[in-house]
């Protein structure tokens, strides 16, 4: 069964970079998925941030294309995201997840992000 | 890209069905769908895929109280003897080959 953890800060001053990594075991992101991105402001519903496939090719949400970056770590089994010029909009709770066949079908736990100074 | 619409709340009683409703946007009506449970303070979880001719495919551990199917642009979840542990949020997800989308949720209330 694959899963997934999240990890980074839960606090980012405004106008900085949130960085947040996502641990994968029982899986390995090299096999045929896509690795994603989502979040979810409190309160409200569920935004795709974008994603990176098991061959690195990159998809993002034209609304944070910008200012998104995600990547991966073959080596450590783990991909990250990286979201710059972050204001208050940017603070929610941020799932990672995997994809294969299309759909999600494996999401991580979450992890809350604030933006405030 | 694909559009997907829900309703922003249902109700049911305790041990009756309810059919909740994704809905494509125009041109997107082949679309495969899958629906995510959220219960409260919880993270997402997959239920099943459901596509276009109606058949579903559900994720590991699913009740069998949960079933999918699909006409013309709609893509339904229907839950069966419904239980308070039900009582959640439920999204749908499309995607195509640039992007993935979620429609706003629909809150699922048991009375």
């Known amino acids: 069964q694959v899963q997934l953890q999240e990890s980074g800060p839960g606090l980012v001053k405004p106008s900085g970079t949130l960085s947040l990594s996502c641990a994968v075991s029982?899986?390995?992101?090299?096999?045929?998925?896509?690795w994603s991105w989502v979040r979810q402001p409190p309160g409200k519903g569920l935004e795709w941030i974008g994603e990176i496939s098991h061959s690195g090719s990159t998809s993002y949400n034209p609304s944070l294309k910008s200012r998104v970056t995600i990547s991966a770590d073959k080596s450590k089994n783990q991909f990250s995201l990286r979201l710059t010029s972050v204001t208050a909009a940017d603070t929610a709770v941020y799932f990672c997840?995997?994809?294969?066949?299309?759909?999600?079908?494996?999401w991580g736990q979450g992890t809350l992000v604030t933006v405030s100074s | 890209q694909p559009v997907v619409t829900q309703s922003s709340s249902a109700s049911a009683s305790l041990g009756s069905s309810v059919k909740l409703t994704c809905t494509l946007s125009?041109?997107?009506?082949?679309?495969?769908i899958a629906w995510h449970q959220q219960q409260p303070g919880k993270a997402p979880r997959y239920l099943m895929k459901v596509e276009g001719s109606g058949s579903y495919n559900k994720g590991s551990g699913v009740p069998d109280r949960f079933s999918g199917s699909s006409s013309g642009s709609d893509r339904y979840l229907t839950i069966s003897n419904l239980q308070f542990e039900d009582e959640a949020d439920y999204y749908c997800?499309?995607?195509?080959?640039?992007?993935?989308?979620f429609g706003g949720g629909t809150k699922l209330t048991v009375l």
């Open positions: 125009s041109g997107h009506s082949t679309y495969i």
């Open positions: 997840a995997r994809a294969v066949g299309g759909s999600i079908d494996y």
């Open positions: 997800e499309t995607w195509d080959s640039t992007t993935r989308v």
């Open positions: 029982g899986g390995s992101i090299s096999s045929t998925s896509w």
